[in-house]
């Protein structure tokens, strides 16, 4: 893909992504071939964000789900999801990850092609944990950030060692906490705020919002005013990165997964729309609707 002038916003349709094929799999591509996926995440009190980030990952076409949750809703997790290979990971009294959990998890980090950090967790320690974990793996995967998981940007040295493999999902109230503003200061101008963090961070931010933003480090910046209002529901962020993380598994770049992903994430929510009205649509849905749009702008 071109770089685009930093004055420039590219809007994300579906000439753009024509325009910007995902890497092609072979016809006979196994399970290896589109990569494995790491889901990090789960609490006692949130075990569901992961199940359904792990389901928009595998619906954007990655090979491997493993799950990496609290040990105590480690079966529950595995019953609701016979696709996912489940890690039972030690925990707090809280039912929180314990910040000790990345050390259960050397080899999984070291074969996976996407991590995802976040999605149901609380506990920033254990966060921070994963990350170094992670950056000291000899595997360069793509990580996503959501969630709890935003927090350690402030530990800007971090995601300047990751040369560019964060993707950080935030929405605006996470962003205004992230950078010390009211949520009104972030949605006055999100171009702006979302390319000043991301070359400030040194990560591919997306903002989400009513018009979700896509900046990457370099100044260029891509917008999406697809979607509808019955995306605003629990569980939709978790799917957005759900489908980050699956389309960086099999081998997007992260400034094409994150486009990818937001365009997928909202005609998928326009489909529910056409189909069931514009609001009560369930996040759990949106996963399944992916791989028909994923057939149609393959034509």
Excluded at 8 to 21: E, M, Q, T
Excluded at 53 to 81: E, M, N, P
Excluded at 153 to 167: D, F, P, S
Aim: aromatic share 2%; net charge positive; proline share 4%.
């Amino acid at each position: 893909m071109s770089k685009t002038k930093a004055s420039r916003v590219v809007a994300i349709d579906r000439r753009l992504l024509r325009g910007w094929p995902l890497p092609e799999l072979a016809a006979n591509a196994d399970k290896q071939a589109r990569g494995d996926v790491l889901v990090v995440g789960g609490s006692r009190e949130l075990p569901g964000p992961v199940l359904l980030a792990a389901a928009a990952a595998l619906r954007a076409g990655a090979g491997r789900i493993q799950l990496g949750v609290a040990r105590s809703i480690a079966v529950g997790v595995g019953t609701a999801f016979p696709e996912a290979r489940v890690l039972w990971l030690p925990e707090k009294s809280n039912g929180e990850l314990a910040h000790h959990a990345a050390a259960s998890l050397r080899k999984e980090l070291a074969g996976c092609r996407a991590l995802l950090v976040g999605p149901g967790m609380r506990d920033e320690a254990a966060v921070l944990a994963l990350l170094r974990a992670a950056l000291r793996s000899e595997r360069d995967c793509s990580i996503v950030l959501d969630a709890a998981a935003l927090r350690v940007l402030r530990k800007r040295a971090l995601t300047q060692h990751a040369a560019g493999r964060v993707i950080a999902t935030p929405h605006a109230g996470e962003m205004a906490e992230l950078w010390g503003c009211t949520r009104e200061w972030v949605e006055k101008d999100p171009l702006q705020l979302a390319r000043e963090a991301a070359r400030t961070l040194g990560v591919t931010l997306v903002l989400k919002g009513v018009r979700t933003v896509v900046a990457m480090p370099d100044g260029d910046a891509f917008c999406n005013t697809n979607g509808n209002s019955g995306l605003a529901t629990s569980g939709s962020g978790d799917t957005l990165s759900g489908l980050i993380a699956g389309l960086a598994a099999r081998g997007a770049e992260p400034a094409q997964a994150a486009v990818w992903g937001v365009h997928l994430h909202s005609a998928a929510g326009d489909a529910l729309k056409r189909k069931q009205g514009p609001l009560g649509y369930l996040a759990r849905e949106l996963a399944a609707e992916v791989p028909g749009l994923l057939a149609r702008l393959a034509k």
